[in-house]
């Protein structure tokens, strides 16, 4: 089992910046590395980033890329998730999941709240 742990969300104007962390735990080597998503109300999940443990490589979504980055921690079981410029369609809740096979996420944190006003 790996356990995941999201903070720093929060309320924030337009064109702000927010760092979300995401803490892992457990069998953290039976991964590949971890990724952030997104829901907002009335919207399906979907991805924003992920980052592999080796070699560190990244992906975005096209919608934020310029504005977001996905970087570890200096401890390595923390995935941290900059974002810059935000605009209100960045508003949901954003969940930290660790990916186990290529193409999947089979564990996921319990969310936190970005809310960007306008």
């Known amino acids: 089992q790996v356990q995941l742990v999201e903070s720093g969300g929060g309320l924030v104007q337009a064109g702000a910046s927010l760092r979300l962390s995401c803490a892992a735990s457990?069998?953290?080597?039976?991964?590949?590395?971890l990724g952030w998503f997104r829901q907002a109300p009335g919207k399906e999940r979907e991805f924003v980033a992920a980052i592999m443990w080796a070699g560190s490589n990244t992906e975005y979504a096209d919608s934020v890329k310029g504005r977001f980055t996905i970087s570890w921690g200096y401890a390595g079981n923390t995935v941290y998730l900059q974002m810059n410029n935000l605009k209100p369609e960045d508003t949901a809740v954003y969940y930290c999941?660790?990916?186990?096979?290529?193409?999947?996420?089979?564990?996921w944190g319990q969310g936190t709240q970005v809310t960007v006003s306008s």
């Open positions: 999941a660790a990916r186990v096979r290529p193409g999947t996420f089979d564990y």
């Open positions: 457990g069998r953290t080597y039976s991964t590949l590395g």
